[in-house]
Structure formats: C-alpha cells, structure tokens
C-alpha cells in the first residue's frame, strides 16, 4: 500500500544526522520567511499596531485603578473614564509645567551649549549638533531661486507627522478607555471562538500574559519614578538648569529598557558640564550611576519579582529589533511584547509539558 516516496527508512547512503539537520534546518528556514513577512507587515502598518499595544500597556497600568473603583460600586464605564481623566491631567499638567519652564531656561542653556561645543571643538575636535541656533547660517542663500520663500513640500513633512502624532494621541486615548471599558466582553468575545482545550489554553496564555505585562509596567513605573525623583532632587541641589524636565525625561527614558536611562542620564552629565562645569558635570555622573544602581539592584527586584520572565541579552534584542522596526515607540513596546509571548508559552508548557498543546 505504501509508495516508493512515502516516509519510509532513510536512504542508506544518508547520514541519519544529516537528514535530521536537514528537516531542522528546512523548518528554521520557513521560521525565518515568516518572521521576515511579519516584520515587513508590521513596518507597513506601524500606527494601527503602535497605537493598539501602546494602548494596551496603558489598560494593563490602569487596570487595577478600574477593578478597584468597581470593586465600591463605581459603574464600569465611569471607573475607566475616571482613570483615563485622571491620567490625561496628570500628563497634560506635567507637559504645561515642564514647557514653561524649557522656554524660561532655553536660551540661557542654548547659549553655554555653543560656548561647550567650542571648547570640545578646540581642545578634542568634537564638533557637537547645533542646539536650535536662531541664525540664519545658510538659510539666506539655500533657497534657490524662489527668493527665500518656503515651499509646500518643506510644509508638508511637518504637517503630516504632526497629524500622525495627533491621530496617534487620539487612537491611544480612546482604545485605552474601550480597553478598560469593554476588555472583559472582548476577552470572552474571543474566547467564544474556540472550544474544549484549546479555549482552556487560549484563557490561560492570556492571561498569564497580561499579567505579566501589567505588572511588568507598573513595576517599571515605580522603579522609573524612583530614579526620576533622586535624579531631579539631585540635580536641584546642585543647581543644575532645567531639573525637573531631566527628571521628567529620566522617568520616560526608563521605559526603554537598559538604552533609555543610560541616554537620560548621558542627557543629564551634558547639559551639568554645559551650565556649570566639569566638577559639576562630575557630581551628576555620580548621581546619576548610585541612584540608577540603587533602583536597578534594590527596587527593581524587589517590585518586579518575577514579572519579566526574560534575560538580559534577550531585553537587548527585543529593544534593538524594536528601535530597528518602530524607532522609540518599537525600543518601548518590543520588550512587554516578548514578555507577554514569554510569560504565555511558559504557561502553555506548565500546562502540557512536552505534550502537544491545544488538542493536538
């Protein structure tokens, strides 16, 4: 009954071992094709998928805010819109407060910014970017024949990122409040749509998943708040000009992790030695690497546990691909997402073992 061709004894002439590395090496290849097709989807709709996870990061941070005004007799509709207020106050009163001050203290740091790139310039041959010079160095000239005017094309690449910022901001807001809102329907919504074990496994990846998320993101919140509040307090201290907006991008550099707060922190040592000083460059460096130190070896085991189920060279990776595919946003939502895909087959394998999964 069974073919010539059929899955039968290897060819004696074949290396068993050749022909298992040949089937694992053929299945790595069709891996890698469909990673490939995927990456190249995702780049093609960067905003819908970067406003969906941004907006599910958010819902698993605000979550327990939710469940915990339901929980006294809160509506739910009125609990998520409450928390997404709360946090739109928060945000727009901290961009308000922080932009004045940025605009009170610009020009003085713009100016020691050139007076430290001269010096770097003459003494290192370090030539530092300009930092918003106001002059009209080759503007004058460059604009061909048309007189100095600008051209609609020079308009329209602005025009156009700011409206994505905007569509994007929107997206956000509204997906978090119908994520909050509405998140349990959907859950049982897609839950409905499988059957037997396979519903079973589908309930329990997903929910270890998003717990593992929600509490990855609300322990590096703390641990971002943490190293905010010692940088600012420090670099208020010492006197050092627009504290509280370092502070401030310090908090959401911790986002991206092991990249982000060390560039926060660089960020800071430069604009120390701009307004004050090698010696004052010197203590914020100092600062800077304790209050870090003390978040990253004392505060962060102590909230995060076992929340992020990822090593460090895998965190490397999924903030390179993520910056690679996405720029900042990909660097923010890359590690979560390999957690919650970390923290789902993890449970898929406690639950089945070396067993297939889903009825298989």
């Known amino acids: 009954m069974a073919s010539p061709s059929s899955s039968g004894p290897a060819d ?3 290396p068993t071992w050749l022909v298992r590395s040949a089937a694992v090496g053929g299945r790595l290849l069709v891996l890698a094709v469909l990673l490939w097709l995927l990456a190249g989807f995702a780049v093609k709709v960067t905003l819908p998928l970067v406003t969906v996870l941004i907006a599910l990061l958010v819902a698993g941070v605000l979550a327990p805010v939710v469940e915990w005004a339901q929980g006294r007799g809160a509506p739910r509709w009125l609990a998520a819109g409450a928390a997404v207020l709360l946090l739109l106050t928060v945000l727009g009163g901290a961009a308000v407060g922080l932009g004045a001050r940025i605009v ?7 100016e020691r910014f050139q007076q430290v790139s001269s010096d770097l310039s003459q003494r290192f041959g370090i030539e530092l970017p300009s930092f918003g010079s106001g002059g009209s160095g080759g503007s004058g000239g460059a604009s061909g024949g048309s007189g100095g005017g600008t ?3 020079d308009l ?17 807001v509204a997906l978090t409040y119908l994520f909050l809102h ?37 322990g590096l919140t703390i641990v971002a708040l943490f190293d905010a509040v010692g940088i600012g307090a420090g670099l208020l201290l010492l006197g050092v000009p627009l504290a509280l907006t370092l502070a401030a991008l310090q908090f959401f550099a911790s986002y991206i992790p092991t990249i982000g707060a060390f560039v926060a922190g660089l960020v800071a040592v430069v604009v120390a030695y ?12 100092g600062l800077v690497v304790v209050v870090q130190q003390i978040g990253n070896d004392v505060i ?3 909230v995060m546990k076992n929340r992020l189920p990822l090593n460090a060279a895998t965190i490397l990776i999924a ?30 394998w406690v639950r089945h073992g070396r067993r297939p999964i889903a009825g298989g």
Do not use: K, N
Not at 192 to 218: C, I, K, L, P, S
Not at 274 to 285: H, W
């Open 12 to 14: 004696p002439a074949m």
């Open 104 to 110: 009170e203290q610009l020009p003085q740091l713009r």
């Open 151 to 153: 051209s609609a094309a």
């Open 156 to 172: 329209l690449g602005p025009a156009r990122t700011v409206a994505e910022v905007l569509i994007a901001a929107f997206l956000v």
């Open 182 to 218: 509405g998140g349990p329907g959907m859950w049982r919504w897609l839950l409905d749509r499988f059957a037997g074990r396979a519903r079973e496994d589908v309930d329990a990846a997903g929910r270890a998943a998003w717990t593992t998320v929600g509490g990855y993101v609300r």
């Open 274 to 285: 701009a307004s004050g000083g090698l010696v004052t460059a010197a203590l914020v460096l």
């Open 300 to 302: 962060e085991p102590y």
């Open 319 to 348: 903030v390179t691909a993520g910056g690679v595919l996405w720029g900042i946003a990909g660097a923010l939502l890359f590690v979560p997402l390999a957690a919650a895909v970390s923290a789902a087959a993890q449970e898929l």
